[in-house]
């Protein structure tokens, strides 16, 4: 079945970087784009970006162009996504999600990112 | 950027009604929306794409339609496990993605 299982738990300093992982499998890996999405405390869900897992190109959302870099490794079928000049409004819920025909059919567990001084 | 508004942000309906919720485009994203489920503290479900489209295993009591820049989600019987958050999401200009806001359905 279909599973995609992200990097535990963050807690970091403003400044700082992250890198939240999202391991995949039961299906092939280069097939599907991963989208990744973000729920801060009590709010709705926000678009990161996206990176194409075959080519390895990536589009990010305009609010974070030039804080986030995303990559995949085919050879584990895992994709990545680090946020750099971590704020405490970073502090949020991240998933990565498949995409599938444009919308996100199977998501990961979630990854909470805790930016505190 | 494409926004989307959701209306209303919180729905009051008893179990067994009809709940019908709404999502607005600041400009057209065609047939290029979905829709999901999120209880507290799970991730979100798909339950519908390309405008109408139920994803697998998504109960018949969930429809939605629309076209353009209005959208509309029914939940026709509802039932207690339907209580939940539930966001529109457009794919117009793929592959950039935008979420409305969410609509809270709740019991009343």
């Known amino acids: 079945q279909v599973q995609l299982v992200q990097s535990g738990a963050e807690m970091k300093k403003p400044g700082a970087s992250v890198k939240v992982s999202c391991k995949t499998s039961?299906?092939?890996?280069?097939?599907?784009?991963i989208h990744w999405v973000r729920q801060a405390p009590g709010q709705g869900l926000e678009w990161v970006g996206w990176i194409n897992s075959n080519r390895g190109n990536t589009t990010s959302a305009q609010k974070f162009q030039g804080r986030v870099t995303m990559t995949r490794d085919t050879s584990i079928s895992t994709a990545y996504m680090e946020l750099h000049s971590l704020k405490s409004d970073d502090t949020a819920v991240y998933y990565c999600?498949?995409?599938?025909?444009?919308?996100?059919?199977?998501w990961g567990q979630g990854t909470l990112l805790i930016v505190s001084s | 950027e494409i926004v989307l508004t959701q209306s209303p942000a919180t729905l009051s309906v008893s179990p067994g009604e009809r709940a019908t919720l709404s999502c607005r485009a600041s400009?057209?994203?065609?047939?290029?929306l979905a829709w999901y489920q999120q209880k507290p503290g799970q991730t979100p479900r798909l339950l519908i794409y390309g405008v109408s489209t139920r994803a697998t295993g998504v109960p018949a009591r969930f429809s939605a339609s629309g076209s353009g820049t209005e959208f509309t989600l029914n939940i026709s019987g509802l039932q207690s496990e339907d209580f939940a958050v539930y966001y529109c999401q457009q794919y117009n200009n793929w592959p950039t993605w935008t979420f409305g806001q969410g609509t809270k359905v709740e019991i009343k």
């Open positions: 039961g299906y092939t890996f280069t097939n599907y784009y």
């Open positions: 999600a498949r995409d599938h025909l444009g919308s996100a059919e199977y």
């Open positions: 400009q057209s994203v065609g047939r290029h």
